[in-house]
C-alpha cells in the first residue's frame, strides 16, 4: 500500500508568499545508501504563519513521517523526520530559488537540495513551446516493406505496413496553420473517452503542416523514434518537436497493432487485436513472457533500420528533402518498448550512431543485449537510459525474491557496463513520477491538480533537455557535460557514467 507523506509545521515569518499563495520546490535527499526525491511547499495563511509540506520517496516508496524539532526563519529550515525507520535531521539555507543543506542520520550525513518548481507557463492542454530556433514542419508516409513479413497478425501474406510522422526544421513563413495533433484521433473512439478525443482535438501543435525544409545550413542529423506499447506516437508530441526545433529531423513510427488503432492515408485502420488473433506466441509461462518481449522488440527495430532505408530514399530523389539528412549522423530513440529497440537497433544496424532509452525496463535491462563467447555484448555505440526512480521492494515479491531484484538491478549496470562507449543512466526522483511522464499525456490531463501539473510538466522539460543535450553531443559534436550541469538546476537527477570492459 502506498502511503504519501505530508509533514505540516507552521511559524509567523516576513517571507515575501502571497496568502494562500504556495511556492514548491522539486529535488532530492541522499545519504549513504539512502536516496529519494524531495518535495517542499510553503504557504502563507492569513495570518502570516507559514505552512510547510514535504514530501519524500525514500529508495522510490512515498513516506509519511511526523515533521519535529522545527525550526525555520527567513533564510533557515531545520525539522527532524522519520524516514525509512530511522530518524532523519534536516537542515538548510535558502538561496534564491533554491534550497539546500545537510540530513543527518545515526549512522551518516548527506545532503539534500530542492529548487523551485515554476508554475506551468502554457496551462493544462497546451504543449509547451520549443527550445531551438528553428520553424517545424511535419509531413507523414505510409511505408510498406515487403521484404518483411508482418509478426503481428496470423496471415502468412501480411507484409509490415507502419506510419510514420517527420518533424524537420522547416523554413519561416508568416501565420501558416499549424497540424492537427493526433489526425486519427477519432478512431481512438472505444479505446479514448469522448473526453480525451475531445480534449486532444484542442490540441495545438507547434508544427506546420508539410512546410518548406529548410535549405541553408549543413545538413540535419536524423533520430528514430518508436512509442511505449500501447501509445501512439504522436503522443510525444513535445519531446519530437523539441528536437527538430534544435536541427534534427525526426521520424516517429506509428506501429500497426500497438495503440487502439492507427489510420492509414488511404483511409485503412488498423486496430490492436486480441491474444487469439495475434501472431506472437502466448506465453505458457512467466518466464516465458521476456522472451517473447525480446521478439517484440527485435520486431520494433527492424522498424528502425526500414524507416531510415526509406529516409534514404527520400534524400536522393524527394525535391522536398534531397541533401538535407546527414546519414552519417544518425540516433534511435524510443520510450519503454521504444526505448529497447533504439537500444538493440545499434547492434544489429552499424548506422546508428547513439541510442536513448525512456524508461524502458525489462527485467533490470534497457535493451536486449547480444551474447559474444557467452559474455554480454552491449555493442559499440554511446547509449543513454534515463529513467525514473524504481521503488526498492522492502521484502520478498510474489515469485521474486530481495536477492533476485538486487541482481536483476545489478544486471542492467553490467549490461551498460559492457557497451565499449560512453554510457550514462539517469534517474529522475520526484514523488508520483509516472511511466507516461516521458510523453504528452500527463501534461494535457484535466483531471489533475496544479502542484502535480508543474511536477510533470518539470520532468517533461528535463526530458527533453536530456535527449537534445545527448544527441546534440553525439550527433552534432556539443558538450556531454551540459548534462552534469542540469543537475544543478535539476538536483532530482541521479546519473551515473560507466567505465567500458568490453572493447
Given amino acids: 500500500m502506498r502511503t504519501v507523506l505530508l509533514c505540516v509545521f507552521g511559524v509567523s515569518l516576513g517571507m515575501t508568499y502571497a496568502a494562500q499563495e504556495a511556492e514548491t520546490w522539486q529535488g532530492s535527499f541522499q545519504s549513504k545508501d539512502l536516496w529519494g526525491g524531495m518535495e517542499m511547499e510553503l504557504t502563507q495563511g492569513p495570518g502570516g504563519e507559514i505552512s510547510v509540506r514535504a514530501r519524500f ?189 534544435h536541427g534534427f529531423v525526426v521520424a516517429a513510427i506509428d506501429p500497426p497493432y500497438n495503440a487502439a488503432s492507427a489510420r492509414f492515408s488511404d483511409g485503412t485502420v488498423l486496430r490492436k487485436l486480441p491474444p487469439a488473433k495475434r501472431g506472437w506466441e502466448v506465453p505458457a509461462t512467466r518466464d516465458d513472457m521476456p522472451r517473447i518481449y525480446e521478439q517484440m522488440v527485435v520486431h520494433w527495430a527492424r522498424d528502425m533500420s526500414f524507416v531510415l532505408d526509406r529516409l534514404a530514399d527520400l534524400n536522393r530523389s524527394d525535391s522536398r528533402f534531397s541533401g538535407r539528412f546527414d546519414l552519417e549522423k544518425v540516433g534511435a530513440m524510443g520510450h519503454s518498448r521504444g526505448g529497447q529497440a533504439a537500444g538493440k537497433v545499434r547492434l544489429m544496424d552499424s548506422r546508428f550512431d547513439a541510442g536513448l532509452n525512456l524508461d524502458g525496463n525489462i527485467r533490470g535491462r534497457a535493451f536486449p543485449p547480444d551474447s559474444k563467447a557467452g559474455a554480454i555484448d552491449g555493442g559499440r555505440t554511446p547509449f543513454l537510459w534515463l529513467e525514473k526512480q524504481l521503488p526498492w521492494p522492502k521484502k520478498d515479491l510474489d515469485g521474486l525474491t530481495l536477492e533476485q531484484f538486487a541482481d536483476m538491478w545489478a544486471n542492467g549496470d553490467r549490461l551498460m557496463q559492457a557497451i565499449a562507449s560512453e554510457s550514462i543512466r539517469i534517474q529522475i526522483a520526484r514523488p508520483e513520477i509516472d511511466h507516461l511522464d516521458f510523453g504528452d499525456t500527463a501534461i494535457l490531463s484535466d483531471s489533475i491538480n496544479e502542484q502535480a501539473l508543474r511536477g510533470k510538466e518539470r520532468t517533461l522539460t528535463l526530458t527533453r533537455l536530456i535527449v537534445d543535450t545527448f544527441f546534440d553531443s553525439h550527433l552534432k559534436g556539443g558538450d556531454i557535460r551540459r548534462l552534469d550541469r542540469l543537475a544543478t538546476t535539476y538536483p532530482e537527477i541521479k546519473l551515473k557514467r560507466y567505465t567500458p570492459t568490453m572493447k
Fill in 57 to 245: 520517496t525514500p529508495q522510490g516508496h512515498l513516506e509519511a513521517p511526523v515533521a519535529k524539532e522545527t525550526r525555520i526563519s527567513q533564510n533557515r529550515i531545520s525539522f527532524v523526520a522519520h524516514i525509512n525507520g530511522a530518524d532523519y535531521r534536516f537542515e538548510g539555507t535558502r538561496k534564491r530559488d533554491a534550497w539546500e543543506g545537510t540530513v543527518q542520520g545515526a549512522a551518516a550525513t548527506g545532503t539534500w537540495n530542492v529548487t523551485r518548481l515554476h508554475p506551468k507557463e502554457d496551462g493544462n492542454g497546451v504543449l509547451p513551446t520549443p527550445s531551438g530556433p528553428n520553424a517545424i514542419g511535419r509531413v507523414a508516409f505510409d511505408w510498406t516493406d515487403d521484404s518483411r513479413p508482418e509478426l503481428e497478425t496470423l496471415d502468412p501474406q501480411d507484409h509490415r505496413r507502419i506510419m510514420v510522422y517527420l518533424f524537420y526544421p522547416a523554413q519561416r513563413s508568416g501565420q501558416a496553420e499549424t497540424t492537427a495533433y493526433i489526425p486519427d484521433v477519432d478512431e481512438m473512439r472505444g479505446e479514448w473517452s469522448e473526453q480525451q478525443i475531445v480534449a486532444t482535438r484542442r490540441v495545438k501543435t507547434h508544427s506546420i503542416a508539410a512546410a518548406p525544409c529548410r535549405r541553408n545550413g549543413r545538413p540535419f542529423p536524423v533520430v528514430i523514434f518508436a512509442p511505449g506499447g500501447g501509445q501512439k506516437a504522436l503522443s510525444y508530441t513535445a519531446i519530437l518537436e523539441d528536437l527538430a526545433s
